[in-house]
């Protein structure tokens, strides 16, 4: 089996409402390069890349001359064909890596007619449970804003209601610390029995991040993510909090992951089959967790249906998986693969079956999706649009005003 071709296409999927983070917001749509690989025998390869609101179609057009005429089976070589360590100090190629990957490995298990996770070892678990990634946003085609305590509280339990999440992810660092904590707590009073994460995307200080954990040591908290940026900061704040600490930011690599190891910073390793380059590497990350007794969990990273897939077969053969899964999937209206979105039952998303990755692409939604980026085009991921001329800091002093409201006067285009 030879590749014979790579295709790209840039979709802008359409969420419920612009979601606001640390450094920016995403504006209403997620922005997805999805990559079709093709081999010699007819078999076609599903990745997926996002890319911060912009398009990689590029890039991945240029990989052909790289690729053409390379086995999918040939995964190692596939490595330092795209990201040789050296060489990509100059071009970076680590997430273009990841999309061909999953494309290889989806053709792999095709063409043997094994779902991707017998190629990684074969499934323990037969869904992957999830949290309710919740976010502060802005107001959107009949969906509120979330500003406010009771607001973030009343959405959680619609969530909750709709999809059974029983852990509940705070995505902060917009707000001032002090009114995320009170949100924070106020989630952790409506929902006792529910477990808790907070993650400021590491825009707080020391300071803040030292005041923070101390702050929430009595709740019923997973863990509390990047709340300062650094393996020495996040080492300052874990010496003296009694939180495990997670990290999605500072450790995304195997060099990050030795240090780590040697001067622990990070109870918690948030393994993301884009950042690390591929599924595989993930599964390697996390046998060096194994050893060392790291926490791992699996990050998202602003999914589709395809990386979605790579995450569940990811988390289908981690024995050491303790926490539930990430995913922004529930804040989107739609997906591009057959069938639309995938459903939660209970919390959790069953592990795809079907040869491969499990999923196919749905000609009419790409169709659609494709031409609706093409409408909007990209946008700044580093960028709030209710906060013309800011941008964020590390740590982070300027914070958004939480009494007031803003209204985007957005439509969200589906």
């Known amino acids: 089996m030879k590749i014979v071709d790579i295709r790209a296409t840039t979709v802008a999927v359409p969420l419920e409402a612009p979601l606001r983070h640390s450094n920016g917001a995403h504006w209403g749509r997620f922005v997805r390069t999805i990559v079709e690989v093709e081999a010699d025998n007819g078999l076609v390869g599903l990745g997926e890349m996002g890319g911060g609101g912009e398009s990689a179609e590029g890039a991945f057009r240029a990989l052909v001359p790289y690729l053409k005429g390379h086995d999918p089976f040939q995964l190692e070589a596939l490595r330092f064909k795209i990201a040789n360590p050296t060489a990509s100090l100059y ?155 997670a990290t999605n930011t500072v450790v995304v690599n195997f060099e990050q992951l030795a240090s780590n190891v040697l001067r622990r910073s990070a109870d918690v390793i948030l393994l993301d089959t884009t950042f690390w380059g591929g599924i595989r590497p993930c599964v390697k990350a996390a046998g060096v967790c194994e050893t060392f007794q790291l926490g791992v969990a699996v990050h998202s990273s602003g999914e589709l249906g395809i990386q979605l897939a790579t995450m569940l077969h990811l988390g289908a053969v981690l024995p050491n998986l303790t926490y539930s ?78 009494g007031v409201e803003v209204d985007l006067g957005m439509e969200i285009t589906q």
């Open 91 to 245: 071009n970076n190629r680590t997430q273009l890596l990841a999309a061909i990957e999953f494309a290889c490995l989806d053709l792999v298990g095709q063409h043997l007619e094994v779902p991707v996770h017998d190629l990684l070892g074969g499934r323990i678990r037969d869904a992957v449970p999830f949290a309710s990634y919740l976010f502060f946003r802005y107001a959107a085609d009949g969906h509120p804003e979330i500003r406010t305590p009771e607001q973030l509280v009343e959405h959680t339990a619609r969530l909750k209601e709709a999809h059974g999440f029983t852990v509940h992810k705070l995505k902060g660092g917009v707000f001032p610390p002090d009114h995320e904590l009170e949100c924070y707590r106020a989630l952790a009073e409506a929902f006792p029995g529910d477990r808790l994460r907070y993650d400021p995307n590491a825009v707080l200080s020391v300071a803040e991040g030292l005041r923070f954990g101390r702050a929430i040591e009595g709740l019923n908290n997973d863990y509390l993510e990047d709340p300062v940026w650094g393996l020495e900061g996040m080492r300052t704040v874990r010496e003296q909090v009694r939180v495990p600490l």
């Open 325 to 402: 899964a990430d995913a922004h999937y529930h804040q989107l209206r739609d997906d591009v693969i057959e069938g639309g979105r995938m459903a939660y039952s209970e919390g959790a998303i069953p592990v795809p079956s079907g040869p491969g990755l499990g999923v196919r692409l749905d000609p009419d939604r790409v169709t659609r999706y494709a031409e609706l980026y093409r409408e909007l085009g990209g946008y700044p991921y580093d960028r709030d649009p209710g906060r013309p001329g800011w941008y964020a800091t590390v740590p982070n002093e300027r914070f958004a005003d939480p």
